[in-house]
Every structure is written in C-alpha cells, then in structure tokens.
C-alpha cells in the first residue's frame, strides 16, 4: 500500500519536501503542488481532495486556508521551531557577518525563540517575537515586522512564511526566510505514513452486524405460518438495501435473524444508515429488533464481539443498536445522543473477588464507570444509575451498598430530593 501525499508550499519547501520524500518511496507517493500566494491553498486542496490521501503543508500559516476548503483529510504541518531558527541564525551570523541582535521574528513559539538564544549565550531584550494562531490574518504578520523596522526598533525581520519575505525584500527591509529543517520534514512524513497506514488498515477490519428480530415464541419450520414467512421477507427486503449500502455479504439465519459481513470502513462512513435500518424494520414489524456490531481482524473475534453486542442491544431495548469494536469496548445505544461506553473484561483479580462477593458482573461494573464518567462529576446516584441501565432504583441502590461494603465506592455526599422523602446518597465509583 502506497499513501498519496498532496505537499502545498512555496517552490523551494516543495522540491526539499520532494527530495527527502525518496527516502520513504516504497510507502510514499509524492503530489507536488507549488503556490506564490498562500491564498491558492484552498482551491489547490478543493480540487485534488480526489488524487490524494492525506496532505503535508509548508507551515501552520495555511491551516486557516485549510478550514476554509472544509476538507475532511488529514492534514499535516511542516512545524517551525528553535532548530529550525539556529539553523537561520547560524546563516545570519557566520555567512553573512551580522549582528544576532535587534530582530523581529515571527511564528515560532516565543519559549522556543528566547530557549533557543539562552542556549546560544545570546542576549534576547532587542528580541521582539509575534507567535502565530489559528485565526491571524497574514497581513498583520507583515505590518509586525514592517512597523518594528520602521520605528528602528529591528534592523533585522525573521519569517517564516515565504510571502512575507518577499514583500520585505521588495521594500528593501533586510529579512530572511526561516525553513523547516530536514529533520523536521522526515519526522513530519513519518508521522503522515503511519496515520494513513494506520486508519487503513483499521477501516479494513472486518464488521459482522448481527440483525435479530424477535416474537418471543420458539417454532420450528413446520408450525411456521404463511404470515411469518412473509413478514421475514418484508424484513429480508429492507436488511438486503441495508447491506447494499455498505457493499456487504448477507446471510439470513432463520426467521428475523440475519448476519452482515462487510468492513469498518464502509460502517463507520455511514453511521446514520444503522438507526435508519432500525426506523425501517419498526415500520414492517411491532415485533423488537435490535442490532449488534462486530469489529475484528478475524471474522471469528468480528463474530464474538457483534455476539456481545446484541447481547447488550437485547437487554437494553427494542429497537436499540450495539457495538463491541477491535479492544473489547462496547458502546451504546448508538441511535440516542445519550449513549456510553464501557468493557466487558477487568483485569484485576482482586477486583474481580470483590465484584462476585457483591453480586454484581463485570460487565456491569464497567456500565456504571461508564456512567459516573459521563456525568461529569466523579460521581452517582442511584436514581442515576437506574435511568441509564434500566433498572428500578432500589436495584441501584443495593448495587451501589454492596460496592461501598467491599470498598469499591464509597459516598461522598448527600442531595436533597426533589420531592418530600429523605436526603439521596451520592457514591463515587473507584476503578482500580
């Protein structure tokens, strides 16, 4: 797998970029494009988004371009430090003979400038030093350099951005261009390739949905009626446009239950179509369906973990959907703004003793972590607890007790009610 990398930037950043990119050619196919105002970054980025994968830019100064193209890529940006301004201060210095005082400088973060002249032994109070935000226009980068020069408070301006040092040359304002450094760009790409390669080769997992719609009665084929048959194809008719859409492979299981094959990519592209799916089957049929998401690098742990999921989706509510991704961890309801996630393993065996003596599970326990972490706050109540996991408040309370006698909660507080009764505990959850 090759990634394709659009590099944006000044002719000369460009051809550097080129020229190390080599070094990484068996994984890295280089796009040049070259601009002589910063402003063509966005229609560069508008229209190649579609020959390639991520882009690499000459400097933080064009992010506000890249906001502006609303470009979904990743992008990265050729970072400009104290390395790359000794590098500069070395050419001022020992090349051309001048004074390393009395200098403008912008971009680069103030702790790196005055870091780089005390490691240097250079006195800094002559330094003046403008860092770069997202939002700054360009323009008040150049009149920063332009109104130092001409109060004589510099005689010297350092930028970073190529247009600034063109248009101080034209105004004979003595500058020089600050560069990222080769070690700087190899680190840059670096961290390109393994981002691209990475999210590659997760959106290639596989994703199994299991799809179960339930009357709660056990039949076999010969007791089932005419009525059930085409209902299940009804539901078949609407899962196989559901498959479609993700490019996936459709086995229906028996009645109601079906299984998707497809992969990360394609799910996680279109999150919306699963609580579409579950609006369409609810318009066929009375009867629960709930879903359940699988992702793994084999079909076998894809399986295991849309198994879990459905599980937890069943449990839940009708018409409710699951998902355990590659790590174990499940997330849910995914149709409600209101979901959390949380794990099904702990690996403390203390703590397992513990959650036995109190009776309550794993998954459980890492349910009401979940929660607690949610709630902002470091802590929970059971009335809390209850509306998240679907359970009646005393159930709540006896599990929250039973943690604090085992020493894995503990209250921290009391609430008053918000009708007449006595004052609500509150419990913070400790995980160890």
């Known amino acids: 797998m090759i990634t394709r990398a659009g590099i944006i930037g000044p002719s000369s950043t460009v051809k550097m970029v080129v020229e190390i990119a080599q070094e990484y050619k068996e994984r890295l196919q280089i796009i040049p494009f070259m601009y002589k105002n910063p402003e063509e970054t966005t229609s560069i980025i508008e229209q190649n988004q579609s020959?390639?994968?991520?882009?690499?830019?000459?400097?933080p100064v064009l992010y506000p371009f890249v906001k502006e193209s609303g470009s979904n890529q990743p992008f990265f940006f050729l970072q400009l430090d104290g390395a790359s301004l000794t590098k500069t201060m070395i050419e001022i210095g020992y090349n051309d003979q001048r004074h390393l005082q009395n200098m403008?400088?912008?971009?680069?973060?103030?702790?790196?400038?005055?870091?780089?002249?005390?490691?240097?032994?250079?006195?800094?109070?002559?330094?003046?030093?403008?860092?770069?935000?997202?939002d700054m226009p360009i323009e008040e980068l150049l009149e920063f350099h332009r109104q130092l020069f001409n109060e004589n408070k510099v005689d010297?301006?350092?930028?970073?951005?190529?247009?600034?040092?063109?248009?101080l040359q034209s105004e004979d304002i003595p500058s020089y261009w600050i560069t990222p450094t080769r070690t700087n760009i190899r680190e840059t790409l670096t961290n390109a390739i393994h981002h691209w390669e990475t999210k590659y080769f997760k959106e290639s997992?596989?994703?199994i949905i299991l799809i179960k719609v339930n009357d709660g009665e056990e039949k076999d084929n010969f007791t089932l009626s005419y009525n059930q048959?085409?209902?299940?194809l009804q539901i078949q008719s609407v899962v196989v446009n559901f498959s479609e859409s993700l490019s996936g492979s459709i086995v229906n299981l028996g009645i109601g239950t079906f299984i998707i094959f497809s992969t990360r990519g394609?799910?996680?592209?279109?999150?919306?179509?699963?609580?579409?799916?579950?609006?369409?089957i609810s318009l066929v049929t009375d009867y629960p369906a709930n879903i359940g998401i699988g992702y793994g690098d084999t079909a076998l742990a894809a399986e295991k973990h849309a198994r879990i999921a459905l599980k937890n989706a069943q449990k839940y509510a009708p018409f409710c959907a699951f998902l355990v991704d590659d790590r174990g961890m499940i997330e849910g309801p995914l149709q409600e703004q209101k979901s959390i996630s949380f794990g099904y393993r702990v690996e403390d065996r203390e703590m397992s003793e513990k959650l036995k003596q109190c009776g309550v599970t794993v998954t459980t326990f890492n349910k009401i972590l979940s929660v607690q972490k949610r709630a902002g706050n470091h802590s929970i109540t059971a009335s809390l607890l209850s509306e998240w996991l679907k359970m009646t408040p005393r159930n709540a309370r006896r599990i929250l007790n039973s943690l604090v006698e085992q020493d894995i909660a503990e209250i921290v507080g009391e609430e008053a009610p918000v009708s007449k009764g006595r004052p609500r505990k509150i419990y913070r959850v400790n995980s160890m």
């Open 104 to 134: 403008s400088i912008d971009i680069i973060p103030k702790r790196d400038v005055y870091e780089t002249f005390e490691d240097l032994n250079l006195q800094s109070q002559s330094i003046y030093s403008k860092e770069f935000h997202k």
């Open 51 to 59: 020959v390639v994968d991520l882009w690499v830019l000459g400097g």
């Open 229 to 232: 048959h085409r209902l299940n």
């Open 156 to 167: 010297i301006c350092l930028t970073c951005l190529y247009a600034i040092f063109e248009k």
């Open 205 to 207: 997992q596989i994703a």
């Open 266 to 280: 394609s799910l996680q592209r279109s999150p919306e179509y699963v609580v579409d799916l579950l609006e369409k």
